[in-house]
């Protein structure tokens, strides 16, 4: 009986723990991995390998249109995903367009080639391998026209040079052309005008990532609708772990998502822990009061 | 410079000719055929200042040569005058509307058909005059919606004031409010109340205030302090309003003062640090947060548990209703706490609107159902009637705007 | 002349703002555009009653030396601080016609150490509180309880490698009942029905509320005779 | 800017840095219990950020839309875009019912602040009408009007289809039961609506389990800064 009187408050303890525990695990759950740089590798879910299958599965020299929808707000979470995609194609041998819905996507843009593009593929030509077509407004009436008629709206480059000079813009007509759709939004317009406007009427494969906050709402599209989906911090991280296994030369190169998803999850785990710890004792608990009944 | 400048201009010049010499060997030269039909009207269902223009495509837009780019549309006020462009849509497009415009002068439209050999003739259209309008057709379905609303209500609202006997299921959340305060009174400490963080132009807000009326009718008679920390000027105001009536109606005008409702800050976060200090300092036995709550709903209802109150809490925040859930005692979940003044209160009128809220749930529910099976039997059968009697179902409740 | 006023008053002005939705024409459309306006007057207006309050209950803990009378002085002083920086214009480039809050400004510098470092950390305690209330509230004690712990605990582990291992070895055939897809139908699907069902619920709860006040019957606010 | 390079100099840079940093601490004191501290923080928050926003009420609120639209040819050497405008005489409204509020503070008087209030409780009410009307009730039904099978997809992919339509179906009716007030929870009736409760308890599992990641990005926001700010001093 003793034995049992002290086994019982042992797990009465653990169901009733002071918060304070919990406080500081938690605070322990975020700093440790800040301070030493942790970045963890999360294995990629079915919605995020299917998006890496597909560019996976394109053939060298194959066209892929990255539209920038977003702008500085959302940067922390959709800036790894053009970063990863354009590592993708790049090691892939496709080709890269860049357009923007938003006034605000060609800075995002610039800032994708002078961090990635410049430094890291330093091989790679403009104008051959990648362009920079800037921003034309219009958002879902725009993609309506691409459709039909790429060249009518896009008869230059963002620095204002005519796109015949260029090569990989030969046979570009409409949407149709293109091989993949990649779509980095935040918004309206984004990823759900690109599905309903490019994507089913013109039967192009569209995938693409958003934010954290628009995830849900875009869910159900997958899979029928869209490729794959990159769902905030989360996904761009999952993808990042995707071409580190294809290519390991990106272990050791900066993963601006999976260094933020560090803290996110130990701390999840830490709560996972704490919810198993509650359940377990409780229900340890309960039995005991049958039994002793 | 200017031979840069010259050079550049000429390099464009070419690559142009370049670009027109080689997709469009056939073409170059060539305008495309007028659009056809090309109305100007009065936009409808507007508050005026905006005409609507329409127009059939150019036999070139989509077919034919296949070589419209665009649409110019200009505009005059006179038939004959200077005529400027107003915009420029794109090809595939057979509407725009000219907003900005004065009520009551008579405007002049142009369009022609835009390629890259020119444009084509223009074709007029005109006078239209903008004007306001009495009644927005796009919203008639809505206006059909809200009459069956208010009639439900209203109707229900006539029953109770005639007396009739309207019954009320219990409701969980509603009959812990006076254990609550019991156990304070009991305890000897004091209730805490939280209308949310929004003004009085938030309905929740309202609701909350309704709700604290009762709650200070119990405190009033148990003599229990009460203390109602505020984030908004003009809920303090209708708050002390409200707390003064109830002390009156239970007979201890003189337990009433001011200072129970008093204001601490406009600011969200602000406002939560004082709350909690308030919690953790003077260890209210009961917890109220009733209206419309944000992020802090959980940093208010944890400190709250840590110092062991009874906590009911209730909101219409579709995103705060999980964290009440999960650390309150009791919570009154969106509609609910509409439902709770009126329940509080037991006056027949205000249970009569619950009645007609309910009609208009029973409604809903009905154009839910009967939506659906018409939808899904269309899909099955493919029936070109049942088709369209489920889209009729369901444009009635459409938003034009 | 003290109800029977404001009941009018509100019955004209609700019912006025109720009309401007399906009549676009003035004098409604004008009066539905403007009424926010007033509203936002009258709330700083009102501002006057809410921090003469402030002031007036931490004054009164000073001079009366109530506990904690110290830190009243703190509010005070860090009230006045603020309030004569901004009115003042203190440290604005452009004089009185400058932006109050622009760089270099007095206000802005007072925001950028005081304000925001304090209102994000008070923000950021969420982040252990989401733990302290998963811990205590996410116990299997009724079927109720129970589905709100396994689509919290679903989504939770989502992100995390744990997430993955937990299901990574199901059949294919099973494949749709990952931690992955499992947490995308919950999203799609019970979340998105129960958030609908919340949305029509709560519009009617504010249309009977609202159309009780237009109408005078719930008054409890305007107090007695 | 060069007129006041005190509040953008370094130092005042550092200071600022200095400030935030204490206070940052001084408020996560609170997870382990009320102190001094936190009193302090505490108090100094309220009294700063009450007069924050009365400052922002009265310049962006108070100057451009009461005062500028009453006189706005006295505005010259505030709000110089404003003096070419017109009188317009309809802001003595606000500018009446803003005073009949401050009535309150004189005991005879005021009464005459239920005025003002029954502005703002009938401007609360004519607005949250018409739009939850719109934006909850009328969409929210419309896109519940949706077909529960659709033809044309695998085997597999219709039954998990017909499924998913069949929760969302049932659990919207189950739910909006439950909050039916008119009739007691039993029977049939019952069950219906707690199958309703169920559907909201996972939607209530869902979004807390699916916040808690953005209130970690937050608390990383605060580490982040914390180690800017620490990791400065030593170097």
Redesign the interface.
């Given at each position: 009986m003793a034995d049992e009187q002290v086994k019982l408050t042992l797990v009465e303890k653990l169901g009733r723990v002071d918060?304070r525990i919990i406080f500081l695990l938690m605070g322990v759950a975020v700093l440790i991995p800040l301070l030493i740089h942790y970045t963890t590798t999360i294995p990629a879910s079915l919605i995020v390998q299917d998006l890496f299958d597909k560019v996976e599965s394109l053939p060298p020299g194959s066209k892929v249109l990255i539209s920038f929808d977003y702008g500085p707000a959302t940067e922390p979470e959709n800036q790894p995903m053009a970063t990863s995609i354009t590592r993708h194609c790049f090691e892939k041998g496709l080709r890269i367009y860049m357009i923007s819905l938003w006034a605000t996507g060609p800075r995002q843009a610039t800032e994708l080639i002078d961090g990635i593009i410049t430094p890291e593929f330093p091989g790679k030509v403009y104008g051959i391998d990648w362009i920079d077509l800037g921003f034309k407004a219009?958002g879902q009436?725009?993609i309506?026209?691409l459709l039909?008629?790429f060249?009518?709206?896009y008869?230059t480059d963002v620095n204002?040079?005519?796109i015949?000079?260029f090569p990989m813009m030969a046979g570009i007509k409409s949407l149709r052309a293109f091989d993949l759709i990649y779509c980095v939004g935040s918004g309206q317009p984004g990823n759900k005008e690109w599905i309903q406007f490019a994507g089913d009427p013109g039967r192009i494969p569209v995938g693409g990532g958003t934010t954290a906050v628009m995830a849900p709402q875009l869910y159900p599209y997958y899979p029928k609708q869209t490729v794959g989906l990159l769902g905030g911090l989360q996904g761009a991280a999952e993808y990042e772990a995707a071409l580190m296994v294809k290519y390991p030369k990106y272990k050791t190169m900066s993963r601006v998502a999976s260094e933020k998803m560090g803290p996110q999850v130990s701390a999840h785990l830490v709560i996972a822990a704490f919810i198993i710890l509650g359940n377990v004792t409780y229900l340890v608990e309960r039995r005991r009061q049958k039994k002793r009944q | 410079m200017v031979t840069i400048g010259i050079m550049r201009y000429l390099g464009?010049v070419i690559?142009?000719l370049?670009?027109l010499a080689?997709?469009l060997p056939v073409w170059a030269d060539e305008v495309p055929l007028a659009p056809s039909d090309f109305r100007a009207f009065d936009s409808p269902?507007?508050?005026g200042g905006s005409i609507d223009l329409k127009w059939q495509r150019s036999p070139d837009d989509?077919a034919g040569g296949n070589i419209v780019?665009?649409y110019e549309i200009s505009r005059s006020a006179t038939p004959d005058g200077e005529f400027s462009q107003v915009a420029r849509p794109?090809?595939?497009?057979t509407a725009y509307s000219d907003n900005g415009l004065t009520d009551g002068t008579k405007y002049y439209y142009r369009i022609a058909a835009v390629s890259a050999g020119g444009l084509s003739d223009q074709v007029s259209a005109g006078p239209a005059v903008a004007s306001?309008?009495?009644?927005?057709k796009k919203?008639a379905?809505?206006?059909v919606?809200?009459c069956i609303?208010?009639f439900a209500?209203?109707y229900y609202?006539y029953l109770g004031a005639k007396g009739r006997d309207?019954?009320?299921?219990?409701?969980a959340g509603l009959e812990a409010v006076g254990e609550a305060v019991g156990r304070a009174t009991e305890m000897g400490r004091p209730v805490l109340f939280i209308p949310g963080i929004q003004?009085?132009?938030?309905?929740?807000?309202?609701?909350g205030?309704?709700i604290l009326?009762e709650i200070a009718k119990m405190t009033a008679q148990y003599e229990t302090r009460l203390e109602v920390p505020v984030s908004?000027?003009?809920v303090?105001?209708?708050g002390r309003?409200?707390v003064?009536?109830?002390y009156?109606?239970a007979g201890r005008p003189d337990l009433y003062s001011d200072?129970m409702v008093?204001?601490?800050?406009?600011?969200?976060?602000?406002?939560?640090?004082?709350v909690?200090?308030i919690m953790?300092?003077e260890r209210p036995a009961a917890c109220f947060y009733l209206g419309a709550f944000f992020?802090e709903s959980?940093?208010l209802?944890?400190t709250g548990?840590?110092i062991g109150a009874i906590q009911v809490a209730g909101t219409?925040m579709?995103?705060q209703?999980?964290?009440f859930?999960?650390?309150c005692d009791y919570t009154l979940?969106?509609?609910?706490?509409?439902?709770a003044?009126?329940y509080l209160?037991k006056?027949k009128?205000?249970l009569g609107?619950?009645?007609?809220?309910?009609a208009?749930?029973?409604v809903?529910?009905v154009?839910?159902?009967v939506?659906?099976v018409l939808?899904?039997l269309?899909?099955?059968s493919g029936n070109h009637a049942v088709s369209r009697a489920?889209e009729w179902?369901?444009n009635l409740?459409?938003?034009r705007m | 002349m003290k109800r029977t006023i404001p009941l009018l008053i509100t019955f004209a002005v609700g019912l006025i703002l109720?009309i401007a939705?399906?009549?676009?024409?003035?004098p409604f459309?004008d009066m539905d555009r403007n009424f926010s306006i007033f509203?936002d007057v009258?709330?700083v207006f009102?501002?006057?009653?809410?921090?003469g309050?402030?002031l007036r209950?931490h004054l009164n803990k000073v001079y009366l030396k109530r506990r904690?009378w110290k830190y009243s002085i703190v509010t005070v002083t860090g009230f006045f601080l603020m309030l004569l920086a901004g009115l003042l214009k203190i440290g604005v480039t452009e004089g009185w016609s400058g932006n109050f809050q622009g760089t270099g400004s007095l206000f802005k510098y007072l925001y950028d150490c005081t304000?925001q470092p304090?209102?994000s950390t008070?923000?950021s305690?969420?982040a252990f509180?989401?733990a302290?209330?998963?811990y205590?509230?996410?116990r299997a004690k009724t079927i109720e309880a129970s589905i709100?712990l396994v689509a919290a605990f679903v989504i939770l582990v989502r992100p995390t490698p744990l997430g993955y291992y937990l299901t990574f070895w199901l059949p294919d055939p099973l494949k749709f009942l990952t931690i992955s897809n499992l947490s995308t139908w919950i999203l799609a699907v019970p979340n998105m029905v129960g958030?609908r069902a919340?949305?029509?619920?709560?519009a009617?709860?504010?249309?009977?509320?609202?159309?009780?006040?237009i109408?005078g019957?719930?008054r409890?606010?305007?107090?007695?005779e | 800017m060069e007129a006041q390079p005190i509040l953008t100099s370094p130092f005042a840079a550092s200071l600022g840095m200095w400030i935030g940093g204490l206070l940052t601490l001084m408020?996560l004191s609170?997870l382990y219990?009320?102190n001094p501290f936190?009193?302090f923080?505490?108090h100094l928050?309220?009294g700063?950020?009450?007069a924050?926003?009365m400052v922002v009420g009265f310049w962006t609120t108070l100057i451009p839309n009461l005062i500028a639209r009453l006189w706005p040819s006295h505005m010259g050497g505030i709000l110089p875009s404003a003096t070419a405008n017109k009188p317009e005489l309809m802001y003595v409204i606000p500018l009446i019912f803003g005073l009949l509020?401050l009535a309150?503070l004189s005991p005879k008087a005021s009464w005459l602040?239920?005025w003002a209030?029954a502005f703002?409780?009938g401007?609360?009410?004519g607005?949250?009408f018409t739009r939850y009307?719109?934006?909850d009730?009328?969409?929210q039904?419309?896109s519940?009007?949706?077909?529960?099978?659709?033809?044309g997809m695998s085997v597999m992919g219709t039954i998990g289809n017909v499924f998913s339509n069949l929760v969302i179906?049932a659990g919207?009716?189950g739910a909006?039961?439950y909050?039916?007030?008119?009739?007691?929870?039993k029977g049939v009736f019952g069950r219906t609506a707690r199958f309703g409760i169920w559907v909201?308890?996972a939607?209530?599992?869902a979004?807390?389990g699916y916040?808690v990641m953005a209130r970690i990005s937050l608390l990383t926001g605060r580490m982040d800064f914390l180690i800017k700010w620490i990791g400065g001093i030593f170097t």
């Open positions: 918060r219009g009436g725009l309506n026209t039909s008629d060249t009518a709206m008869t204002g040079r005519a015949a000079e | 464009t690559a142009l370049a670009v080689i997709v269902s507007d508050h989509g780019t665009a794109l090809k595939g497009v306001q309008q009495w009644f927005n919203r379905n809505l206006l919606v809200a609303l208010v209500i209203a609202i309207l019954h009320i299921r219990r409701i003004d009085m132009d938030n309905v929740q807000t309202v609701a205030i309704t009326g908004r000027s003009i303090m105001s209708t309003e409200t003064r009536q109830a009156l109606e200072d008093h204001y601490i800050t406009d600011e969200q976060f602000g406002y939560v640090a004082a909690d200090g953790v300092r992020a959980l940093i209802a944890e548990s840590s219409a579709p995103t209703i999980p964290f859930v999960a650390a979940i969106g509609e609910e706490l509409f439902a003044s009126a209160s006056d009128k205000m609107s619950i009645k007609g809220q309910d208009g749930k029973a809903a529910m154009f839910i159902i939506g659906v939808v899904t269309a899909a099955i489920g179902i369901k409740f459409a938003l | 109720i939705m399906f009549i676009p024409h003035d459309f509203y009258i709330a009102a501002f006057i009653l809410g921090g309050n402030l209950v904690d304000f304090l209102s008070m923000f305690l969420l509180f989401v302290s209330a998963s205590r509230a996410f709100l958030q919340i949305m029509i619920g709560i009617l709860g504010i249309v009977s509320t609202s159309l009780r006040l109408l019957i719930e409890g606010y305007l107090g007695g | 408020i609170f219990r009320d936190y009193k923080a505490e928050f309220v700063i950020s009450a924050y926003w509020m309150r602040s239920r209030m703002v409780i401007f609360a009410a607005t949250n009307l719109q934006s009730f009328v969409s039904i419309h519940s009007i949706a077909p529960i099978y659709s033809p179906f919207l009716l909006l039961i909050f039916y007030f008119s009739k007691e929870h909201l308890m939607a209530f599992g979004t807390f916040t």
